[in-house]
């Protein structure tokens, strides 16, 4: 990946995508809806590729507001635990969205302040 920083942490995009499409325990969705979504939106690297967000959906999972119900290469299929709810951490003055039963800190990397 290059030095490109997007305007909006890339962990809180996706976050925000699974909250507008995917808001529904019985929905299966996958990284790659999610990655062209962000790719339809722009602000992101150009030269990344679907490996380059991984990490994101490892934190995502490992956080407790996805499970990993499926994977094929590089294809990961995920569920919500709960439903995700928006709220405004006004350390970084960013949306944020966290499931219902995750811990009330702000998932941008570089702020973790309670909400």
Excluded at 4 to 12: D, G, M
Excluded at 48 to 66: H, P, Q, R, V
Excluded at 76 to 89: A, S, T
Aim: charged share 25%; net charge negative; with cysteine.
């Amino acid at each position: 990946m290059s030095d490109f920083t997007p305007t909006t942490p890339i962990s809180l995009q996706i976050r925000k995508i699974i909250f507008e499409k995917f808001n529904d325990i019985d929905v299966k969705f996958t990284n790659d809806e999610i990655f062209e979504v962000i790719k339809k939106n722009g602000d992101f690297d150009p030269s990344w590729i679907i490996d380059d967000t991984e990490s994101f959906f490892n934190d995502i999972c490992n956080s407790g507001l996805a499970r990993n119900i499926a994977q094929n290469f590089t294809t990961i299929w995920m569920k919500l635990f709960d439903p995700i709810e928006k709220f405004h951490c006004n350390a970084c003055d960013n949306d944020i969205y966290l499931g219902t039963s995750e811990e009330r800190i702000c998932p941008n990397s570089s702020c973790k302040s309670s909400i």
